[in-house]
């Protein structure tokens, strides 16, 4: 039996217990569903904070931001790079010896600032189902009668 690795763990599974995800012409496999959105997340974070120090195949880099994202996550450092871009740009326009040197600044910065900023939760979409409409289920009381009316009945109207 075939077997493939998941895109995003690494831990080796069944092909025809995969979910396929194609990507440029090539299939991604996953384990369960939730890695495919995880793996999604990584993948846009990567290409923010390329966009930010510029291209890197490093493993380093890899290395480095899988550490922080162990700790919080590559939701919140999405919308931490997305939200202080132009700071981190003008921050990583300094001259480096290194490459080295530059991923670890980046991931400084990171490190640093990640713990206090204020990260807001993305919210599941839920079904929003329409009030029910209050339907009165209300009966009218029949008239009350006096004592006379009731008398009226019984003896009758013998006139």
């Known amino acids: 039996m075939a077997k493939v690795k998941c895109a995003y763990c690494h831990?080796?599974?069944?092909?025809?217990?995969?979910?396929a995800k194609q990507n440029g012409g090539r299939n991604k496999y996953y384990c369960c569903p939730e890695h495919v959105g995880l793996a999604n997340e990584r993948?846009?974070?990567?290409?923010?904070?390329?966009?930010?120090?510029?291209?890197?195949?490093?493993?380093?880099f890899y290395k480095e931001m899988n550490e922080i994202a162990q700790v919080h996550g590559f939701?919140?450092?999405?919308?931490?790079?997305?939200?202080?871009?132009?700071?981190?740009?003008?921050?990583?326009?300094?001259s480096f010896?290194?490459?080295?040197?530059?991923?670890?600044?980046?991931?400084?910065?990171?490190?640093?600032?990640?713990?206090?900023?204020?990260?807001?939760?993305?919210?599941?979409?839920?079904?929003?189902?329409?009030?029910?409409?209050y339907k009165a289920n209300y009966k009218r009381k029949n008239e009350r009668r006096g004592m006379n009316d009731l008398l009226d009945d019984l003896i009758g109207d013998d006139e």
């Not at 831990?11 to 979910?19: F, P, R, S, V």
């Not at 939701?75 to 300094?94: D, G, P, T």
């Open 97 to 133: 010896q290194t490459e080295f040197g530059k991923i670890r600044y980046f991931a400084a910065i990171l490190k640093n600032n990640l713990g206090n900023f204020k990260y807001i939760k993305p919210v599941e979409s839920k079904e929003v189902k329409p009030p029910e409409i």
């Open 43 to 60: 993948d846009i974070f990567y290409q923010q904070a390329q966009d930010v120090i510029g291209k890197t195949t490093s493993s380093v």
């Open 75 to 94: 939701n919140k450092m999405c919308q931490y790079v997305k939200v202080n871009e132009l700071y981190l740009k003008n921050a990583m326009h300094k």
């Open 11 to 19: 831990t080796e599974i069944d092909k025809k217990n995969a979910i």
